[in-house]
């Protein structure tokens, strides 16, 4: 059983960085691929970004490069997503979520939800114009 648990949302205003931490328990977590999803209200769940259990593999959508980046760190059980040059259109609750194959496909498949097996809480994420 692993449990995820999402940290450092708040209100930030355009143009603003904020930096999300999900915490796992359960091991192996040296062993999973990690991402971040998103989701707006009376929207779909949304990817935005991935990293390989050994953090050598990252995958990001479009939307987010060059302003988000996601990170690891194993001995802490802890994934990060640094949030920079924030807009309003990023205002959504943010998801962490485990894919427990160890497996680590550097394609669009790490984007799709069905991918992984366990997913935290959420934590909000505001961003006012």
């Known amino acids: 059983q692993v449990q995820l648990v999402e940290s450092g949302g708040g209100l930030v205003q355009a143009g603003g960085s904020l930096r999300l931490s999900c915490a796992a328990s359960?091991?192996?977590?040296?062993?999973?691929?990690m991402a971040w999803f998103r989701q707006a209200p009376g929207k779909e769940r949304e990817f935005v970004a991935a990293?390989?259990?050994?953090?050598?593999?990252?995958y990001y959508a479009d939307s987010v490069k060059g302003r988000f980046t996601i990170s690891r760190v194993n001995a802490n059980n802890t994934v990060y997503l640094q949030m920079n040059s924030l807009k309003s259109e990023d205002t959504a609750i943010y998801y962490c979520?485990?894919?427990?194959?160890?497996?680590?496909?550097?394609?669009?498949?790490?984007?799709?939800?069905?991918?992984?097996?366990?997913w935290g809480q959420g934590t909000q994420v505001t961003v006012s114009s």
């Open positions: 359960g091991r192996p977590f040296s062993r999973y691929n």
């Open positions: 979520a485990a894919d427990t194959s160890g497996i680590w496909y550097p394609s669009s498949s790490v984007a799709q939800p069905a991918q992984y097996d366990y």
């Open positions: 990293i390989s259990w050994s953090s050598r593999g990252t």
